[in-house]
């Protein structure tokens, strides 16, 4: 397989504050290889600049925006359809990730 082991999907909006935060902790994921599908369901404030900024700085980190303001549900939808990895895991934009997670649930 050549693709990333696991797709992070983050549903960000008005997230500025704490986005940084949540795709760290993704991206420091051990043992495993990772995508970070960010999706900005039209936040107001400067959420998508800065995962369009953070996509730019990291190939494995994706970033889209929704054209108008469709609620979670519809930003990991359209996460779900950019991501390429062989499992998927939720992070919400204001939580992080332990280094470990997501490699001990995929040994499961």
């Known amino acids: 397989?050549?693709?990333?082991?696991?797709?992070?999907?983050?549903?960000?909006?008005k997230s500025e504050g704490s986005l940084s935060r949540a795709v760290s902790s993704a991206l420091a994921t051990?043992?495993?290889g990772v995508e970070v599908v960010i999706v900005d369901d039209m936040s107001p404030?400067?959420?998508?600049?800065?995962?369009k900024r953070l996509a730019?700085?990291?190939p494995r980190i994706i970033a889209d925006r929704l054209p108008v303001n469709c609620g979670p549900s519809a930003a990991r939808n359209r996460a779900l359809a950019l991501a390429t990895g062989r499992f998927i895991a939720v992070l919400d934009a204001?939580?992080?990730?332990?280094?470990?997670?997501?490699?001990?649930l995929v040994k499961h």
């Open 56 to 58: 730019g700085d990291d």
């Open 94 to 104: 204001d939580d992080a990730f332990a280094p470990d997670r997501l490699s001990a």
């Open 30 to 32: 051990k043992d495993l």
């Open 1 to 13: 397989m050549t693709g990333p082991d696991v797709s992070i999907i983050i549903a960000a909006w």
């Open 45 to 51: 404030d400067g959420t998508y600049a800065l995962a």
